[in-house]
């Protein structure tokens, strides 16, 4: 029941911002921040602590936490602005067109249901359907994530699963009403690699073959470099670049994104027992919100700023396959 | 003790000449709970060379920070013992540990929890000192100066208090109080596990400086691979409680004879690492640490396990001076891995 046209973006973000009300005035956290996602592709988006790629995930869902709020731009869902949408017509999108699932499961798990009942109930919440079609529906759904014994795990509490297995049953939950756009905010994280590798790989397959357009946030550029087609790097609330991930590692255009790559330890990087090759550090910090500077909030830290760079935000420009927010973007090879 | 037949394991030893600061040998340590006894740690051994980092990964119950735990004596194990240089600290009273404590010490993932926020920075770092009544006041402002200056911190830090720091700070604090007494062995427990990866570089290159000018050893817990492949010399795979493999850093690497070792790399993806797992990846969760697999206790999710293997425990075999490995049918890394042929057949 998809609606989306070909090659037309299923989720298009234009212009989000979003701030913290504060005593000392409106604290700004993301900044006009646009971008779309297609049927079947996943985007990533990337970034360290503070950097507002979880606050713009819970923003596509209208899920910002008081005293943060949206300050600005839209967030089209199949050509619908969810912003303007009342929370009552909100919660029929949610769960049924787009869903989320978060780091730690349990948080979102309701511990005194069973897990078969908690996804029977989210069908039911959107379709009017019998309990006993819910229940076929819910078993095939654990079928779907591959949970062995589907019978069995309907019947058990969410404590008594493995993290591994609560992840893949809040997969099931988002799929329930079949949505157009999954969000999955650092999924993987508190999970094991090998168990993570079983979850990626999941979620991979079920934006193949049911055209799931998925939202991917993470700080972790080697899951990025295997599982997702297009990569947006976030820096103090702003996109500094946006690029096809193959791209985006061959040749990154803007100095943090390539700070953070020269950050990560390489294979054979020297020898054991020879002297190792130094990583790249990125000097300084992360500017606080109250502080941020006028002109590119990465300037403090980059070895290319010079005057124009203090003075203004640089607006993104065309780059290859993307775009990249950098008034030295080209120069960025003689690092 | 675990049922199952456990054959004597053979000393694994550095490929290095010089006396280990660290010798721990037949390590087990045992949990007792309400549900039930959990064997925690199972005959763990290794050595550690001076100046050296010996790097132990595995995921959530393999052991490892239980083993970093017991090194440091913060448990008790119930069988092995622990040499520190010529000291067998295995049953070492509290009053003799606090001299072990000189040459031993630890730092964890989270700082914050081991700093007392009432104290300042210097009085943290000048603790250790006190206690082992090292130097007069002034000699140990001047070691707190001396030791801010060698974890990149400015003097004035001395004059503040934990909370007024940054997590990558903080971590750089917790380094320094663990370096005050010139430590031949510092055990880290995923201590860069916190941090953003451009925070991680800056203490990473840190601990590397430390080493170099000190000459400490590291016994470094973690969880990706990639830091503890950049940081180790030597690496030890833990699985369920047992040392599974451990050898070189690249010849781990670049020959890893284990299944489990094999899907631990294939299943974690790197920037510069193949765009695919090479192989289908490991099925279902570990096994309960409560109720232990037979024999090998791999065996329950390994693609090429045969009957031997849920019949016996695989003693640790040398493949090449200094890679050894504990499996009935390691890979040799001269033939096709014979993991896809078994998958395929």
Redesign the interface.
Known sequence: MSHAVPNEPVLAVDGLSIGFQTRRGLLPAVRELSFSVRSGEMLAIVGESGCGKSLTALALLGLIPPPGRVTGGTVRLEGRDLLALDEAALRRVRGARIAMIFQEPMTALNPVLTVGEQIMEAILEHEPVSRKAARKRTLALLERVRIPDPERRFAEYPHRLSGGMRQRVMIAMALAGAPAVLVADEPTTALDVTIQAQILSLIDELRREQGTAVVFITHDLGVVSRYVDRVLVMYAGRKVEERDTRDLFADPLHPYTRGLIAAQPRAGAGAAGAVRERLAEIPGTVPALAAMPAGCAFAPRCPLADERCVQAVPPPRRAGSGLVACHHAGETHAL | MPSDAVLAAPAVSAPVTATPVLRVSGLSVEYRTARGVVHALDNVSFELAPGETLGIVG??GCGKSTLARAVVRLLDPSAGTIRLGETDITHATRRRMRAARRDLQMVLQDPAASLDPRWTVGDLLAEPLEIHGIGSRAERRARVADLLDKVGLPPEAAQRRPHEF?GGQRQRIGIARALALEPKVVVLDEPVSAL???V???I??LL?DLQ?TLGVSFLFIG?D???V??????VAVMYLGRIVELG???SL?RRPAHPYTR??LD???????P???AGP??????PSPYDLPSGCRFHTRCPIAADVCRRLAPAMQALSPGHHVACHFPDSGSEPPSMQSAINS
């Open positions: 995921e959530s940054s953003d990866v451009s991680q570089a800056q990473l290159n590397t170099r969880h691979l990639s830091v492949e950049y940081v180790s010399d030597r070189g850093r690249d690497w899907a631990l299943a974690a993806p790197r920037i510069d690492g765009s695919a797992p990846g490991l099925t279902g969760d570990t």
